[in-house]
């Protein structure tokens, strides 16, 4: 399988902040790959896919970018509602492997 | 809006067999690829499989001797069996769209997920 390792594991901010997850995949996957947002006893939700391309419905003040095996997830301006803890996933080869998470706290 | 609803058993004993069912609604079961995605407590996110409403279906090789998944169309369901189960196997079982195209990779429909407990 691949690994995914993301930095930091966690992180504290404070609203309006810009945050950067990162993810690293032990071998190229293209730009297959995926940011999930994912709440307390919530469901993941898709924020990004194919490395760069916003899901439906996501603010714009996430963005992905990265190819190969580095990848980030940045937050514009922090959010209430966008402390959670965030997921990639890489999607080029079966099983989508995920990386171990980074939470974003209130600082 | 799709929406996603897991249900089953929420307690299995060790050595026996897990089994939920994925009801989809707002939308058709056929044309997509449907996954089963797990997430022991407080830790990460583990790929069980994906399954087409036709049927052809891949497994995640840790889990593959163990996983059986079926689709029913005339009832828009999935459902996903993992035999001999143990303690590992206590999560949170997720069923999800994969996004198409075609088996993308990327799941944009989540049902809420359900804890199954494995314990005698």
């Known amino acids: 399988d691949i690994q995914m390792t993301q930095s930091p594991s966690s992180v504290s901010a404070s609203v309006g902040d810009r945050v950067t997850v990162t993810c690293r995949a032990s071998?190229?996957?293209?730009?297959?790959l995926a940011w999930y947002q994912q709440k307390p006893g919530m469901a993941p939700k898709l924020l990004v896919y194919?490395?760069?391309s916003l899901q439906s419905g996501v603010p714009s003040r996430f963005s992905g970018s990265g190819s190969g095996t580095d990848f980030t997830l940045t937050i514009s301006s922090l959010q209430p509602e966008d402390f959670a803890t965030y997921y990639c996933q890489q999607a080029n080869i079966f099983p989508g492997t995920f990386g171990g998470g980074t939470k974003v706290e209130i600082k | 809006q799709v929406q996603l609803q897991e249900s089953g058993p929420g307690l299995v004993k060790p050595s026996e067999t897990l089994s939920l069912t994925c009801t989809v609604s707002g939308g058709s079961i056929s044309g997509y690829y449907w996954s089963w995605i797990r997430q022991p407590p407080g830790k990460g996110l583990e790929w069980i499989g994906y399954?087409?409403?036709?049927?052809?279906?891949n497994y995640n090789p840790s889990l593959k001797s163990r996983v059986t998944m079926s689709v029913d169309t005339s009832k828009n369901q999935f459902s996903l069996r993992l035999n001999s189960v143990t303690a590992a196997d206590t999560a949170v079982y997720y069923c999800?769209?994969?996004?198409?195209?075609?088996?993308?990779?990327?799941?944009?429909?989540w049902g809420q997920g359900t804890l199954v407990t494995v314990s005698s």
């Open positions: 399954i087409y409403y036709s049927g052809s279906i």
């Open positions: 071998q190229g996957v293209g730009t297959w």
């Open positions: 999800a769209r994969v996004k198409p195209p075609g088996s993308s990779g990327y799941c944009d429909y």
């Open positions: 194919a490395a760069s």
